[in-house]
């Protein structure tokens, strides 16, 4: 800018971050200056418009003519930018700023409150002072008052005296801290990724036998298997209809989930295996998908004296003086298993 502001160009006329680009050698080149008068705003809406005055001098936004700009103008651009680069935000995007449209903020800075209206500065911050005042001095209402690229130059150097800049360690310092930042979300993605699998296993595997439960997570098709021994038991409650009718929803839910708990807690002790509740029904099987040839008569019917005595001296919460009774229905034989 300094170099442009000596030449015969003498001024940027429309410096925001958007025509500041980084060419192949990591070197910063200032774009789209000159031949103004040959060139026309183009945006598809006025939003746009209104936005890219965010980086627009206070005294251009009232001459209602963007091409009248000075080389105090694309100083008080450069004080936005170097605003950008030093907070990683947008100008005006700050807390409090961002509930107003670029039109609102464009109106203010050219109305010229008392004090001038200016993105505002989060604080704390660790930045030098130095550079705070450097980036407030950029952006004061009267050009005169803002210091030229020269001294803006000059400043710089005083700030960063002793201080190298090598292009590939900074590459290098960027590239480890990006990696470790990825390393860090990957590591956080896979705990959550390896949570909601645990889930999703725990789920498919109440719903499913194991071996079936198997074939679905390799991607295989699961084939129908003949048990020749197996035995399959199956209740449900005596006038259920009727219990249901009287009472709320969510005390048939309650009920039921009270009901089929105790159940679940009775069929851990034996060699079966649920299959699956039905509304009121509850079915189970030994002998599948684990064959247990010579037990699974034995398991079943022991299981069944268990649910019996268990329900025998079940209270229905909602209606406590009601006595609860189950019909209980055994078969032994062959049985074939699929998936539907």
């Given at each position: 800018m300094h170099f442009l502001h000596q030449s015969g160009i003498k001024c940027h006329g429309r410096l925001r971050s958007s025509k500041c680009v980084i060419d192949g050698r990591w070197v910063l080149q200032i774009t789209d200056w000159g031949l103004a008068s040959l060139r026309t705003h183009s945006y598809e809406t006025e939003e746009a418009r209104n936005r890219a005055l965010l980086w627009t001098a206070p005294e251009v936004l009232r001459s209602h003519d963007d091409s009248m700009v000075t080389p105090k103008a694309d100083v008080y651009s450069f004080g936005i930018i170097l605003y950008e680069t030093m907070f990683r935000n947008s100008p005006y995007d700050t807390e409090g700023d961002m509930a107003m449209s670029p039109e609102d903020v464009v109106a203010r800075v050219r109305y010229g409150e008392r004090p001038p209206y200016r993105p505002r500065i989060p604080e704390p911050n660790q930045l030098k002072p130095e550079v705070v005042d450097l980036m407030l001095d950029c952006w004061r209402e009267k050009p005169n008052d803002r210091p030229?690229?020269?001294?803006?130059?000059?400043?710089?150097?005083?700030?960063?005296?002793?201080?190298?800049?090598?292009?590939?360690?900074?590459?290098?310092?960027?590239?480890?801290?990006?990696?470790?930042?990825?390393?860090?979300?990957?590591d956080s993605r896979t705990k959550l990724l390896t949570e909601e699998i645990k889930k999703t296993d725990s789920l498919l595997y109440r719903m499913l036998p194991p071996t079936a439960a198997d074939c679905m997570k390799r991607g295989q098709q699961y084939q129908p298997e003949l048990f020749k021994h197996a035995t399959i038991y199956f209740s449900d409650i005596v006038s259920f209809t009727k219990l249901a009718g009287a009472a709320t929803p969510l005390q048939v839910v309650d009920?039921?989930?009270?009901?089929?708990?105790?159940?679940?807690?009775?069929?851990?002790?034996?060699?079966v295996y649920k299959v699956e509740t039905i509304g009121d029904a509850y079915l189970v099987a030994s002998g599948l998908p684990v064959p247990n040839v010579e037990r699974h008569a034995a398991e079943i019917a022991l299981m069944a004296l268990d649910v019996l005595s268990t329900v025998m001296a079940f209270?229905?919460?909602?209606?406590?003086?009601?006595?609860?009774?189950?019909?209980?229905?055994?078969?032994?034989?062959?049985?074939?298993?699929?998936?539907?």
């Open positions: 030229d690229f020269s001294l803006i130059k000059k400043q710089y150097k005083d700030m960063n005296k002793g201080i190298k800049y090598n292009i590939v360690d900074n590459m290098l310092r960027m590239m480890e801290k990006y990696s470790n930042d990825l390393e860090e979300i990957i009920f039921l989930n009270e009901l089929w708990t105790a159940f679940d807690d009775i069929i851990l002790k034996y060699d209270t229905v919460r909602h209606e406590p003086g009601r006595k609860l009774e189950i019909r209980i229905g055994l078969h032994s034989g062959p049985v074939v298993t699929g998936r539907a």
